[in-house]
């Protein structure tokens, strides 16, 4: 008599395997803030220019709670949002904007960032906080970051305090908010060198005294 027992149990395996295989879900997708092509090209051509005399420090950036995770997150209208399970940031959102806003930093004030590093005390460090309070995106429509950043110095002197709303519009899709994301970004560490620049240009007290962020760009929606 042949037995069919061993034969079932195959079959059952195989038909078990099948249907895992069938449900599985796709693998996640991994997005970063720091940019691409363009960005490589900026550092490699800033690795020829002269350093500046002065270090800057993007020491912190805080993010809302509803957004502080790995999980892409969009508006959904009507109050609501989507918690993308299936598109994460590359480290939690927080670290992902001070690594953009850092790069951004040194990029265009042609200065090192030196962030948990010793650094010369005989040239001027610029440390820069970052408040963000808005961190939103609308797929195919716009991302909107609304942040307050202050600059001090290394005798922990507070130079500036801005507030700056950038706004940038977008394509479909996911890859679309996040290349938004990063053009934002880009406009907002734009910001934060103009300050840094013309505070190392004049640092003189009457200089600074006159220095205000509500006038400036820094308050503007950029788009």
Do not use: N
């Amino acid at each position: 008599m042949v037995s069919w027992l061993p034969i079932c149990r195959v079959v059952a395996g195989v038909v078990v395997c099948a249907a895992l295989a069938a449900c599985s879900s796709p693998p996640a997708r991994f997005h970063s803030l720091l940019g691409g092509d363009a960005d490589s090209v900026a550092v490699a051509a800033r690795a020829q220019a002269p350093a500046r005399a002065f270090f800057v420090d993007v020491v912190s950036v805080r993010v809302p709670p509803s957004v502080a995770g790995r999980r892409l997150v969009v508006q959904a209208g009507s109050g609501q949002v989507d918690v993308l399970e299936m598109d994460r940031w590359a480290s939690p959102v927080g670290d992902e904007i001070r690594a953009a806003l850092s790069s951004g930093l040194a990029l265009q004030t042609r200065a090192m960032d030196l962030h948990g590093l010793p650094y010369d005390a005989k040239r001027p460090i610029y440390r820069v906080a970052v408040d963000v309070q808005l961190f939103d995106a609308w797929r195919g429509s716009h991302v909107l970051i609304d942040a307050v950043w202050t600059i001090r110095t290394a005798e922990d002197r507070q130079l500036l305090t801005c507030r700056s709303v950038v706004q940038e519009d977008v394509s479909a899709g996911i890859d679309g908010v996040v290349e938004g994301h990063r053009r934002a970004l880009k406009a907002l560490a734009s910001q934060m060198a103009e300050a840094v620049v013309a505070d190392a240009a004049e640092p003189s007290e009457d200089a600074r005294s006159k220095r205000d962020c509500v006038d400036s760009a820094a308050s503007t929606v950029a788009k």
